[in-house]
Structures are given as C-alpha cells and as structure tokens.
DNA sequence: TCAAGATGAGAAAAGCTTTTCTCAAAGAAT
DNA sequence: ATTCTTTGAGAAAAGCTTTTCTCATCTTGA
C-alpha cells in the first residue's frame, strides 16, 4: 500500500537508492544502460519522488500561498487562475487561503503557509487601494501584492487603469466621438481617480466627468441627468465598469436613442456574462487579471530563487475587447 | 537565517531535542517544571515545528488538493472558501488546482498533488451534471466530488434541486399565487429538469415549464411569450436562475405589470449581485453553496482519517432568500 | 544497607530523497 | 606483470520531527 519509494526502485532493479536517486536526476557517473534500466523500472512501479522529503532536502517546498479576502468577486478568480497556471509547470502549488476580512483567520492562515515551508506569498484582494487585514512584513518569504494594496518597499502589481481609460478614450475619438462623457463609481476608489485623470488627459480638460456608485441603476440615471438638461448631448460615453455601462445602454435604449448609431458606450472590466448580454454587446476595457495572475507567479517564484526584483508598483496594461456597443469595429 | 527548528529550542533551553518535542506535544513523562519551561523557550524563540517534517512522518501531509475547472464562475468561489473555512482550524491547508477544460493539465496538478502527499482531493466544477476531464478513481487517497458529477461509487455533494424548487414554488402558493409558471435554462441540464419535476409536484402537475437558455433576453422573450397569447396570465414566475429573473422583470415593469403587486417573481442562485440590483430587488432560492463547500472539506478529512463515508449522492438543501419581488415577505 | 521501583531525560530510529565520499574493479600504460 | 587511471556503484549524512527504548539517578521499602 501507499506510493512506491526509491527504496522499493532500488529493490526492483537491484541496485541501491543512491544509484537510482542519480540515475532518475541524470547525475553522477554510471553506465548509459544501467541508468535506462532504472529509469524503465521506476516508470514501470510509477515511482514519483516524495515531495515532503524532497523540500526538506532542498527547503524548498515547491509550494506558495495565496492569500484574498474576497471570496466572491469576479476580480480575484482570474488573478489565481493566472497564478495556478503560471506555477504548474514549474512545479510549483498553490495553497488557496481564503481569510474573509478577519485578521484573527489571516493570521491562523499565514502561520499555517509558513508551517508548510511556502516558498513564497501572494496577496490579492477585491480593490487595489485597499490592503489585506493581516501584516505580511517581515516574513521569512517573499510576498508580491496583486490587485490589492501592498506594503511600502513591496512589489506590487496592479493594472494600469490610467492607460485602460486612454485606451477606451482615445479609441471613442478614433471613431469621430467628440462629446465624450465619464460615468463612473465612488471617488473614493483610486481607480476611480486615476481613469477620470486619463480620462480628462486625453479627451480635453472640458470633459465631463460623473461619479455615482457601481450599478446599473446609477448608469440610468446619468442618463437622466444627461439628456434632461439643456445643451449638446454626449456622442461618447466611457463607464467605469460594465454594470454601469449596462445602465447606460438600457436608458439610452428606452429614451430611442440608438448605441452605437448615436452614442457610443465603452465598458469597464470586460465581465463576459454582462458584457455579452447587454442589447447591443459591450466593448469593455479588459484588465487582463489573469495575465497579472501569471506575472505575480512568476515574481514571487523569482524572488523565491532569490532573483533580485525592484521593489515598487508595477502597472500592467489593460487591452480593449471591440463588441458593438460602439462602432468602429474592423467588421 | 531560516525559521528556528527543534534543536534551536533544545540548545537555548538546554535539553535534547527528544525532551522538546515531548515537552511540546505532552507527551512522555517529564517534571511539570522542565516542561513549562521548555514551552516558555519555544515561544519565545518562535518557534512552529516544521509541517513537512511531520508529513514524512506521520504520512499525512495536512494538505488537500481543490480541482476545479471553473475559473470564471460564480459557483465555485463560494464552494472554495467553503472548503476553506473547513479545514482551515484542523491545520489543513488547500491547493487550489485550476485546469480548465484540459485533460493533460489535469494529469499535471493531480500528479503534483499526489507528489506533496495530499491526504485527499476534492473536484468541483461549473455544472453538476459534467464531469472534470480527468480520471480521479483509482488514486491512493480519498476524492469527494462537489457540485460536479462524481464517479460510481464515490462520495457527491450537491445541492438539492428538487427541494430549492419545492421551497419556491410552495412560497409562491403560500402567498396566494394560483396560475403558476416556470421559466428556465436548457433542458440538457439535469438541474433543469429536476427543478421543473419538482414544481410541477408542488403547483399541480399542469403548471407550465419554459425552457430556454440562461440569459436575460430569455425572460424577456418568455414574457412576450406568456402575455401575448390568450388566456389568463401567471401570477407567479419561478425562475431557473436570477438572470432570466431579471430579464422577467423588466419584461414585466416594460409592459407595466407591477412586481410584485401583479406578479410575483423568484429567482434561482441568489447571486448577490444581480439579485440586490433588480428592481425590485429579487427573491430566490439560495444553494448555500459555502456550506456545501464546508461539507465537501469535513468529508474529505474524515475520510483521510479512515472514517467510513457511505458512498453515494447527498443534496444538501437548499434556502430562501426572501427580497422584495415577491411580496409574502415577513415585513 | 541493599534491592526494587519510580522518575526524568537522552539516544536512536524512522520517514524519503539527494549529494558527497569512498571503494572496488576493470582497463590502459609502462 | 605491475601501477595508474578511469569507471561504476554503494555507504553515509543531512534535512526536521516524533516515538520508542534505554539508562542513570533517586526514592522507598524490607
């Protein structure tokens, strides 16, 4: 019972475990077809090495944790995806921490990583101005924040949400937009600061900008607001996610106003489900949250083999997913 | 440098290794004296045993490995943290294995789940009625399957769809609604066709069941369906998930059909973040989805312990989630 | 006072793999 | 034929913790 070892190898082939140990790594001196013949048999038992005792050897573990407060979101399910994938085939597992926004869990699951001999730490969460509920300095790790805020002198990977927000406006003026609108959430959200920035950076000093929370409801609304007071309408609208960029595209529907014959609606987030579903499909700006997943995996590995990474923020592009919300598509 | 092992304890307090490790786990027979103060030292210096020394050991790693296939969805975060939560205060931690739809990928991460000794595995998914791409019977520790389709013979958690629809439908009777129907996804999903058992047993077996697909353009079109053609009109709509709920109600609110005046309307998945932002906010049936999760984990270690699990289908139950787009609500 | 029992603490082995040393045998060169 | 070199393979240690023995010392009873 339980899985073969290099001893019941050894035994198999009639050799010793170090012979078979060098044979397996391709190490050490020894006859060409005495190392074929252990390996065949190894392969034959299905002899896989014991990682427990492998990273108590090496302490390495071969393993790194993942910790997020947010156990419902659609943000940080791409984020480990693009870790899980970055890391499998370097061997290297994930241990999923799921700590709420409770320190007491973030504490108890951190410990927990550390007795496990985790090669290293990644931290996401749901918003990137807000940090995670437990202190990750001073571990004997390396920890890499992603898509949540780190500690100072720490590596920190966020997506660039000044650049999605040009990518979005400049494009709304590619296609001959010129009355351009923001409509977005809370200011009190970083993202939300910085993209209105952008924003205003490249469609003129003039363009409007409105700040609501983040639903749909609030995307009508704008509408309402919008079109009920006197003056030129807009021909472009940029929102600052796709829930309310759906609001937007239902007010304009209800009011005849065609998307995107008449105005142009640009999404946040690309979330598929609601991006696909909106009358007519929305165009969205993409964060690319796997891609930062796999780049988080990568560093922390790197700075787990003790590769020297600068310290500081790091701002990853975002690209713009075309569908029809508004025009000037290639099609 | 490193974190500090037993014989840094034992040479700051000045016994052997042997006397730490008793004195530690209570173990052996020492003087009460020696044995605090060897658990004062240990505090003090910090120091945690090292969990893959103990693995080797003991043969049991206080690890599991979480397979899934969904990395978008909102079904398996919840499931995820659930699991999580569970084991979380009995020192196991959990890898997370994101393979997406590919078979080789899934080879990979149970192999390496296997290699750091996993002392069990637990597969989800997207949908209960598939399967993971990869054969997980066989394997040398226990598999338990949530909500995703489980190989004969082995412990399946689902939630139960029969009583989640029974619990609608009786509500939807329980505040006077007579003429009811059921509007849901595809009927190639067993969900489906359970729910649509199930509420044909509880609203009379000639209550109307609308299939469709699982997009809020199908409830729109149900709804042109339902009220345009002659004979009474429903008074109460059970719906197979909150999207199509959504679109029903504002097909209704477009016709001018008042929710829940008029109509009433349940969803199915009590996604939180479509169903607080219907207007009005929707009522629907809740799959407790964490607590399924929570089961899975609980499962998985008593079945690494050696307890016997009968094995088999369980559905766990399903709850109400009572909002606004039903009315009958307690307030 | 001597033997027997109780008590406290250390030595060693096990769990699995890898690497470094060591050693023996075979082949080549003188 | 003898010595040196090369080659092939095994022994042992390290990595960390726990448990089972074993041993020495102290106490107690006869």
Chains 1, 2 share one sequence.
């Not at 700590?99 to 990137?128: C, F, S």
């Not at 966020?158 to 709304?172: F, H, I, K, R």
Request: aromatic share 6%; hydrophobic share 40%; charged share 25%.
């Amino acid at each position: 019972m339980g899985r073969a070892t290099i001893h019941d190898v050894a035994r198999a082939a009639g050799v010793s475990v170090s012979t078979v140990s060098k044979a397996l790594n391709d190490n050490g001196r020894m006859a060409a077809e005495t190392r074929a013949r252990i390996k065949q048999v190894a392969e034959d038992i299905g002899f896989r090495p014991n990682a427990l005792a492998r990273g108590l050897l090496f302490n390495r573990s071969f393993t790194i944790g993942l910790l997020t407060n947010d156990t419902y979101g659609r943000f940080t399910l791409p984020v480990m995806a693009g870790v899980s994938e970055a890391l499998v085939d370097k061997g290297v597992s994930v241990f999923l921490c799921a700590i709420e926004d409770d320190p007491a869990l973030g504490k108890i699951h951190v410990d927990a990583m550390l007795d496990k001999q985790v090669d290293g730490i990644i931290a996401t969460g749901k918003r990137i101005d807000r940090s995670l509920p437990v202190d990750l300095s001073g571990l004997p790790v390396p920890v890499v924040y992603a898509f949540t805020q780190g500690a100072p002198d720490s590596v920190t990977l966020t997506s660039d949400d000044a650049q999605g927000a040009g990518l979005a406006t400049d494009w709304l003026l590619g296609i001959g937009r010129r009355r351009l609108v923001h409509v977005t959430g809370p200011q009190d959200f970083a993202s939300v600061r910085e993209r209105a920035t952008a924003f205003r950076a490249h469609a003129g000093a003039g363009a409007e900008v409105l700040c609501g929370v983040w639903a749909e409801r609030w995307g009508h609304e704008a509408v309402a607001q919008l079109w009920e007071r006197d003056g030129e309408k807009p021909d472009g609208i940029f929102c600052g996610n796709d829930q309310i960029a759906r609001g937007v595209i239902d007010a304009l529907r209800e009011r005849g106003i065609r998307v995107p014959q008449d105005v142009s609606v640009i999404g946040f987030d690309n979330w598929e489900i609601m991006a696909d579903q909106a009358r007519p499909p929305l165009t969205s700006v993409d964060m690319n949250l796997k891609e930062l997943g796999k780049e988080a995996g990568r560093t922390v590995l790197a700075l787990a083999e003790g590769k020297i990474i600068e310290p500081g923020l790091r701002k990853l592009p975002c690209r713009l997913v075309v569908r029809q919300s508004c025009g000037g598509g290639s099609a």
